[in-house]
């Protein structure tokens, strides 16, 4: 089967199968959160990106095998709903941008800082710190030596646009820079774009309507 990255609340996961990595795609609660298993190929150790809601349904994905750690994107409260059930169900790792941990109400173990990797098995990510959405939402890169990169980015871009920024002009000024600089100026075309909601794009397909996101405000 293609990965087409279109899941929905209530439907089955996607999986995108590559070389070295598998990532796991599925929808979960009332806000259609996307959650993200990704599962190291040579090692079967495995990470969860955002347990957002529905912990039966993350627990389920996540099988016995159990996940070594979970990474938060940030600190909205749709994003670690089900954080708690998950981590005392599989005692992993706890990672989040270090100026969103304190709004999170299960402990990081781990702040995250940009640049730093966070390794699955033998797969490395690079986080990078992208301010606006939330003081430290963070998105995780995977630079594929066998591919194209591919990034999580939560709730920081999305296809049609950056996170919500409340109408905040630094705000937003400050997401759309971060946004450009560490994802559009650093990766190239092919990077594929898994967000925090709703269905992937690629930079490929988003780059051309950065001019007219800047020129909106949002």
């Given amino acids: 089967m293609t990965y087409s990255g279109e899941v929905r609340v209530g439907g089955p996961a996607d999986v995108h199968e590559l070389k070295d990595l598998m990532i796991t795609k599925v929808a979960v609660g009332p806000m259609n959160n996307n959650a993200y298993l990704l599962r190291c190929r040579a090692t079967d150790e495995q990470l969860l990106i955002d347990a957002a809601a529905e912990p039966h349904t993350l627990l389920t994905m996540i099988g016995e095998d159990g996940i070594a750690s979970v990474v938060t994107t940030h600190q909205h409260g749709d994003h670690w709903q089900a954080l708690g059930e998950v981590v005392a169900a599989t005692g992993a790792r706890t ?17 995250v800082d940009d640049g730093d990797v ?6 490395e990510l690079t986080a990078r710190h992208l301010v606006g959405h939330t003081p430290g939402s963070i998105a995780l890169i995977y630079d594929d030596p066998h591919g194209h990169p591919h990034v999580f980015t939560g709730d920081c871009l999305f296809p049609g646009g950056v996170g919500n920024t409340h109408q905040d ?23 594929w774009v898994y967000p925090g909601h709703g269905d992937d794009t690629s930079l490929g397909a988003e780059r051309p309507h950065l001019p007219e996101w800047h020129a909106r405000g949002w």
Avoid: M, N
């Fill in 95 to 111: 990672y989040a941008g270090r100026e969103d941990a304190s709004g999170i109400p299960v402990a990081t173990d781990v702040p």
């Fill in 169 to 191: 002009p630094e705000a937003f000024a400050g997401l759309i820079h971060d946004v450009e600089t560490k994802i559009f100026d650093a990766l190239p075309d092919e990077t």
């Fill in 118 to 123: 966070i390794r699955v098995g033998q797969v």
